[in-house]
């Protein structure tokens, strides 16, 4: 509150010295207010409390909604982003608006946390009874409030989620065909 009080109420004149550090802890107060957001999310979710829509995705579609943000996410950190999506991908069940909140915290993660000059290979394909989407980054696992909220996300779709250094892998279960006998 204070810090909003300053910033919303100016006092007279700021150095620019102080004008930075007032923008840098704005920066930090909406990056804590973003973790609080998200923490609540996942205890709405390790209750049961969260509800999830039930729709049938095309996850090529979620992937071409994030393609514009995940590539200028690479081009602000020198990351090249490869995506290879296989042809007439089976669609999955879930909630449209979570499933790509949660892959857009993973892979925008990914990006981030890749040196400058490397690469993020994203690979989407069906796998079985599954969809398959690996994320090659070569940067090792995140520990932080946004990969545990899409980490429990996935999770709730029914998603086997498994990190490594260097990679995460999801596998999305393909939606059933409903008979209408």
């Known amino acids: 509150l204070p810090l909003h009080i300053l910033l919303e109420n100016r006092f007279g004149d700021l150095n620019e010295n102080q004008e ?24 709405e979710l390790d209750r049961g409390a969260l509800t999830l829509r039930s729709d049938r995705i095309h996850i090529a579609d979620v992937m071409q909604s994030l ?3 995940v590539d200028s996410e690479g081009a ?6 490869e995506v290879e999506v ?6 999955v069940t879930g909630d449209r608006g979570r499933l790509q909140e949660a892959l857009a915290l993973v892979l925008a ?9 490397g690469r993020v290979r994203i690979a989407i394909e069906a796998k079985g009874a599954g969809l398959s989407i690996v994320v090659e980054h070569g940067a090792p696992p995140a520990l932080d409030v946004a990969s545990a909220l899409a980490q429990r996300l996935l999770e709730a779709h029914g998603a086997a989620v498994e990190r490594s250094a260097g990679r995460i892998s999801v596998i999305l279960p393909i939606a ?3 008979s209408t006998d």
């Open 76 to 81: 602000r950190v020198g990351v090249r982003v």
């Open 20 to 43: 930075e550090m007032l923008e840098t802890a704005r920066t930090a107060a909406e990056h804590a207010n973003d973790d609080v957001r998200r923490l609540a999310e996942i205890g």
């Open 67 to 69: 393609r514009p943000t």
């Open 109 to 117: 993660d990914s990006v981030r946390r890749t040196p400058s000059g």
């Open 176 to 178: 059933r065909v409903v």
């Open 86 to 91: 296989a042809p007439a991908l089976p669609p």
